[in-house]
């Protein structure tokens, strides 16, 4: 008889939903105090946060919401090409609609693209940044026709492609240790609707080159990358670390693409440091 595969079940707070221009979009909120506004990368959902306790450990000091990027978890799909301006847009609205003015935003991987056309358009809103295993380079031409390659599969096999994919975010060395997290993870992104799937590699393929956004912009940036990523090279990171006037850098050793999950301890950590960092008086007086 076959073993049947390890079940990871994280305890996931209540959720809300606003419409945000005729998309329900889900989101939560918890802790109190200064806000850190979490956004998830792709085929993931709010509840990515909530697998190591990540969140938890957070809203022990801080107000912590993270939301259902559009097409992903409970939220739905925003057209046929999901722009990150537009998802941008998505995170503006639930932010405007719980009545908060300024907070670090946080975006792993797509959601770090989502959370650099946000500083572009509503950088006042901004206290502090964090590109979670992310970056300002848009993609290669090598990079798009692997989307396109990407597109053709998804098509005609979702589940094929969701599972290939997951497995390489995690570093080699952790994926035996963390065979219940890479399931959960399976199991989240095999509930992406294909058009969801679809519409957000069209939006990653086509987003700009916003290297210029964390050049000139005025609020501290917190780069976290996987020594062992194979998504985006922590080499790519550590060029970009050094654009912004304040910046900050964090290597995680034997981590590859899920930094949350495969290092919690030192990422939540250093995440904390930095969002105190950002929301004390001296850099909000000269912000």
């Not at 939006?203 to 210029?212: F, L, P, Q, W």
């Not at 495969?262 to 004390?280: N, P, Q, R, V």
Request: charged share 25%; aromatic share 8%; net charge positive.
């Amino acid at each position: 008889m076959a073993l049947s595969q390890p079940i990871f079940k994280p305890t996931i707070p209540e959720t809300n939903f606003i419409v945000s221009r005729g998309a329900k979009i889900r989101y939560t909120s918890i802790g109190k105090g200064r806000a850190i506004v979490l956004l998830h990368g792709f085929l993931e959902s709010l509840e990515v946060w909530f697998g190591n306790d990540f969140s938890i450990s957070l809203a022990k000091k801080f107000r912590v919401i993270a939301i259902d990027l559009p097409g992903h978890g409970k939220s739905d799909c925003i057209g046929y090409v999901q722009k990150m301006e537009r998802m941008a847009d998505v995170v503006k609205d639930v932010m405007d609609n719980l009545g908060l003015r300024r907070y670090v935003l946080v975006g792993h991987s797509m959601g770090g693209y989502v959370a650099l056309a946000f500083a572009e358009k509503y950088s006042t809103n901004l206290s502090g940044l964090c590109l979670f295993h992310s970056t300002g380079l848009p993609d290669s031409e090598e990079k798009k026709n692997d989307r396109d390659r990407a597109i053709k599969m998804v098509k005609r096999a979702p589940s094929k492609y969701t599972n290939s994919l997951v497995i390489n975010l995690f570093a080699v060395v952790n994926q035996k240790y963390m065979k219940k997290e890479i399931n959960w993870i399976r199991r989240m992104a095999a509930k992406t609707k294909k058009q969801a799937i679809v519409a957000s590699l069209e939006g990653m393929k086509i987003r700009r080159n916003r290297e210029i956004i964390l050049k000139f912009t005025t609020c501290p940036v917190l780069f976290i990358g996987g020594k062992r990523d194979r998504v985006i090279a922590f080499t790519a990171i550590e060029k970009q670390a050094q654009l912004p006037k304040m910046s900050k850098l964090l290597m995680l050793e034997r981590v590859g693409h899920m930094g949350f999950l495969e290092s919690k301890e030192i990422s939540s950590k250093k995440l904390k440091t930095f969002a105190g960092m950002c929301f004390s008086k001296k850099i909000n007086s000269s912000a």
